[in-house]
């Protein structure tokens, strides 16, 4: 099992994680600028682009039988 | 326009000590984080540049991921600290306000619900709990999927041998999905509330496994040992599925309903 990290301590968490949490979790209340859900996704395409073009990581064409 | 100022929001607190535990606390701009009491409620906030945060400069700032990263830990820092002392509401990120009087109005309009919501996360915690199964390790357990009698040569052998390499994959998947799903039900028994969550795309979660379980759980800080245990007796007792876990977590994930305007 992988090392439990501590949220407040270790600030190396995987951005996957945080981002899934600041982003799409937190109490929604009227601002005057909020982001849209639209432009969350957008950010979560830039976290995609960022991550492929760094990484060596294969195309996902074994996932497709059901990562959702 | 650079000199125009809006009120980042990061939590809704108890009104009791707010000063106290939002103390010393730096914020996305770099700014000191600050109260905007009303009332027996509180919410912590900063005083941010539109230029860097209004709607125009959140959306010029969408494509750069260092920027939301270096902003996200900034955000969840603050909610991360002030949940330290006592209960918190995260609010998600990028909320942005006019001004204090307009945080103040909504902390008199929502009260009894933040109440409500401030209570319920009394000291508990979020925890984050990724089941990530091996498909080579399940399919494995099929053995019919290694044999080829035919031979490789032919195309009709090589489209058997693939459609049972499918068949053995799915077999694979639908073994790791029950899994996660004893998994998902035995971690809810320790735990106050809990959902699964859409698992990340397989580039962001960096593996070649399957993230067959996202899941997130709101559990009782007393309990919290019990909680990671099981997780650790859960693991060593599935094969082919590994389990990690992150927390404690302020509780972004259970917050209630979106509170509309």
Redesign the interface.
């Known amino acids: ?2 090392e ?5 301590r270790d ?1 190396r ?23 849209s859900v639209a ?1 969350v996704d ?3 395409i ?3 682009t ?3 073009s760094v ?1 060596s ?2 195309p ?1 064409e ?2 497709g ?4 | 326009m650079s000199a125009e100022g ?1 009120v980042w ?1 990061y939590a ?1 607190l108890h009104g009791d000590a707010a000063e106290d535990r939002v103390a010393d606390l730096c914020g996305v701009a770099d700014e000191t984080v600050r109260v905007v009491a009303s009332v027996d409620l509180a919410a912590a906030v900063g005083s941010v540049g ?1 230029d860097e ?3 125009d400069a ?2 010029r700032n ?4 260092d920027w ?2 270096a902003k ?2 900034a ?3 603050v909610i ?2 002030i ?2 002392s006592g209960p918190v ?10 001004n204090d009087g ?1 945080v103040r109005q ?1 902390l008199q309009s ?1 009260r009894d619900e933040f109440e409500v ?1 401030l209570d319920r996360l009394t000291g508990r915690a ?1 925890w ?1 709990v990724k089941a990530f199964a091996d ?1 080579n390790l399940l399919a494995a357990h099929d053995t019919s999927a290694g044999s080829n009698p035919v031979g490789h040569r032919s195309g009709t052998a090589y489209l058997l041998r693939r459609r049972r390499e ?1 068949a053995s ?2 077999a694979a ?1 639908r073994v790791a ?1 029950s899994h996660a799903e004893l998994i998902h039900t035995a971690l809810l028994q320790q735990a106050v509330e809990g959902k699964r ?10 593996t ?1 496994a ?2 067959v379980l ?1 899941g997130t759980y709101l559990v009782e800080e007393a309990r919290a040992d019990r909680f ?1 245990a099981k ?2 007796e859960l ?1 060593q007792a599935t094969d082919g599925i ?9 509780p ?2 259970f ?2 309903d ?4």
């Not at chain 1, 439990?4 to 407040?8: C, F, G, M, R, S």
């Not at chain 2, 979106?258 to 305007?261: A, G, I, T, Y």
Request: net charge negative; aromatic share 6%; with cysteine.
């Open positions: 099992m992988t439990v990290l501590p949220a407040e600030r968490i995987a951005l996957v994680d945080l981002l899934d949490r600041v982003l799409a979790g937190g109490v929604v209340i009227s601002g005057e600028v909020v982001l432009d957008m950010v979560t830039s976290l995609r960022l991550i492929s990484g990581l294969l996902p074994d996932y039988s059901g990562g959702e | 809006g929001a809704v539109l945060f209004g709607q959140l959306r969408l494509e750069d991921l939301w990263a996200a830990r955000h969840d820092a991360a600290a949940a330290r509401i995260p609010v998600r990120m990028a909320t942005v306000y006019r307009r909504l929502r919501c979020e984050g498909p499918l994959h799915e998947y999905a969550k859409p698992a990340p795309h397989p580039i962001l979660s960096g070649d399957w993230t996202n990671t997780i650790a693991d590994t389990l990690e876990i992150t927390g404690p977590w302020p972004y994930s917050t209630g979106v509170v509309s305007p």
